[in-house]
């Protein structure tokens, strides 16, 4: 009994091609929905991202119009808090580097705007009349380095 036993060549069933056909056709019309969404949701995270920039930067401008509309009206301490929170997070945008919603130049344009900060937050502590007119220059000073 020593016959040459070959084992037999498995074949595919019509049912099993007729399986891997329905899973080709099932996945290549699944790519065809999926890929329109994903490209769709990544430009939206873009503009999304874009749009948080924006807001950040108007929101400190925000801060300063205040403070400067503060000090102008006499309310001193909402000025000094105001102020105190732009420049806040004009350093934490200056030393975000790469992660900051500033770019290089307008990183490089800010950085002298922190130079009078301690003189202008006494100013509004002293409850001094001048320190409206130094936060107008800063206001425009700030939007000069940051381009709007």
């Known amino acids: 009994m020593s016959e040459n036993v070959r084992p037999e060549p498995v074949k595919s069933t019509p049912l099993m091609r007729r399986f ?8 290549v019309v699944f790519l065809l929905g999926f890929i329109p969404m994903w490209l769709q949701a ?8 874009d749009a948080e920039r924006r807001l950040t930067l108007v929101g400190m401008q925000a801060n300063l119009a205040s403070a400067a509309i503060d000090a102008r009206r ?15 997070s004009l350093r934490a945008e ?24 301690d ?13 409206a ?9 700030y939007r000069k380095a940051v381009g709007g």
């Open 20 to 27: 891997i056909i329905y899973a080709g056709v099932l996945l």
């Open 42 to 49: 990544r430009a939206s995270a873009g503009r999304l991202a």
């Open 74 to 88: 006499g309310d001193y301490e909402p000025a000094r808090q105001a102020v105190s929170q732009f420049f806040t």
């Open 94 to 117: 200056i030393d975000g580097g790469d992660t900051s919603d500033f770019t290089e130049a307008q990183r490089a344009g800010a950085q002298p705007l922190l130079a009078g900060r």
């Open 119 to 131: 003189e202008i937050i006494t100013l509004l502590a002293r409850n001094d009349p001048a320190s």
């Open 133 to 141: 007119d130094r936060l107008a220059d800063l206001y425009v000073a």
